[in-house]
């Protein structure tokens, strides 16, 4: 009996609800939450000063984004009012810098005692996989990326919390207007990546019209940083040339030299994101936004870092799955409505970009030897 009682009640508290709200106590505010919720739930009113920093928890931390935004977020806010999650083994070095906590986005139940018993007030969740990886996996990508953000979706409305879900390139397809394009159009991508991008933007918006969720969301180009080794994305070239660069003096590049997409440096993308974070919810005309930096083609890239790098020899071996994609994706974004609703200002353009990049990988040497 005690069994079959626990089993109801596990069910519950993972289903959604059947078009009854329960009203619960969180540590922001009062808020009515999407998802099914046990009479005998317990629930603890805890007082939070709007002066206090926000307690923040980043999901699918140990990406290539996670990690430099824990970095600045703890910078700013303390150490211990940033907790790192993910499903993997962190390094050394990301275990001993801060609060890591193990959470899997599809257990429901996991994430929400996170949430309550580190009385989370912001939470970003970066958990997804990317393009080239989901269309190798369709299946694992549809999981993570839509039932994920289910879970984080219920659970930032139940508990009042502050989300930032991050969009991308992917978002678009072949029939969005592609040089500018605007925060508003037709999207309709053709990657499970995209599609699951495009589900977050309609369902985020939906949940802050429907339950006043503080959804909020940056569509990013591509994200290019000496921190880490690319994750499978369609605009990694851009990040793997400089490590061939710098190791053997030779790249072969998956797109036509060509192709031009949008870019951003890590740390652009990073003070953006807390920028917006920030931002007064009154300044906010709009809950997605596009955010951009700099385009280039791969054959630009590679005239730049020959400035610096003479010998570096560069030639191109098209892989159709990622054309395909990057063919369907904008080739400049128009980020105006950022710009001008919440200041928005991009610090690094290519020049800058590469001079950088070389510098952290650690390409002196190299460069002293090719002047």
């Avoid at 699951?196 to 985020?204: D, I, N, P, Q, T």
């Avoid at 994305?233 to 030299?257: M, S």
């Avoid at 610096?308 to 369907?328: E, F, K, M, N, W």
Wanted: net charge neutral; hydrophobic share 35%.
């Amino acid at each position: 009996m005690a069994r079959a009682l626990s089993k109801l009640v596990r069910h519950a508290l993972r289903t959604h609800g059947c078009g009854c709200e329960s009203l619960t106590v969180s540590v922001r505010s009062i808020s009515f939450s999407p998802r099914q919720v046990t009479s005998d739930a317990g629930f603890h009113s805890v007082s939070f000063s709007e002066t206090d920093h926000p307690k923040v928890l980043i999901t699918g931390g140990l990406g290539q984004l996670g990690v430099g935004l824990a970095k600045m977020l703890r910078r700013q806010f303390g150490k211990n009012n940033v907790i790192l999650s993910d499903i993997r083994k962190p390094p050394s070095d990301v275990y001993h810098n801060g609060p890591f906590i193990y959470s899997d986005i599809l257990d429901y139940k996991n994430l929400r005692e996170i949430v309550v018993n580190n009385r989370i007030t912001w939470l970003v969740h970066y958990s997804a996989l990317l393009s080239a990886v989901g269309e190798a996996n369709v299946s694992l990508a549809r999981d993570v990326n839509i039932t994920g953000l289910h879970n984080i979706l219920d659970i930032a409305a139940e508990h009042g919390l502050r989300l930032f879900v991050p969009s991308t390139i992917g978002a678009f397809g072949p029939s969005s207007p592609r040089n500018p394009t605007p925060d508003l159009c037709i999207q309709r991508p053709r990657t499970i990546y995209g599609v699951s991008k495009v589900h977050a933007e309609l369902m985020g918006e939906y949940y802050h019209h429907r339950y006043g969720l503080d959804f909020r969301c940056l569509r990013y180009p591509g994200i290019i940083s000496a921190d880490s080794q690319p994750g499978g994305g369609t605009t990694d070239y851009a990040v793997q040339i400089f490590h061939d660069a710098v190791k053997t003096g030779k790249f072969e590049c998956n797109l036509r030299p060509d192709t031009r997409l949008p870019m951003m440096y890590i740390t652009d993308c990073l003070r953006a994101t807390l920028e917006m974070m920030e931002a007064p919810a009154e300044v906010l005309s709009m809950r997605t936004y596009n955010i951009n930096a700099m385009s280039f083609t791969p054959e630009e890239l590679a005239h730049e870092l020959q400035k610096l790098l003479p010998g570096l020899q560069v030639t191109y071996h098209i892989d159709p799955v990622r054309q395909a994609i990057a063919d369907s994706w904008p080739m400049n974004f128009d980020d105006s409505n950022a710009r001008k609703d919440w200041g928005w200002k991009h610090d690094y353009d290519l020049p800058e970009l590469v001079q950088t990049m070389l510098n952290f990988i650690g390409s002196d040497s190299r460069i002293a030897s090719a002047n």
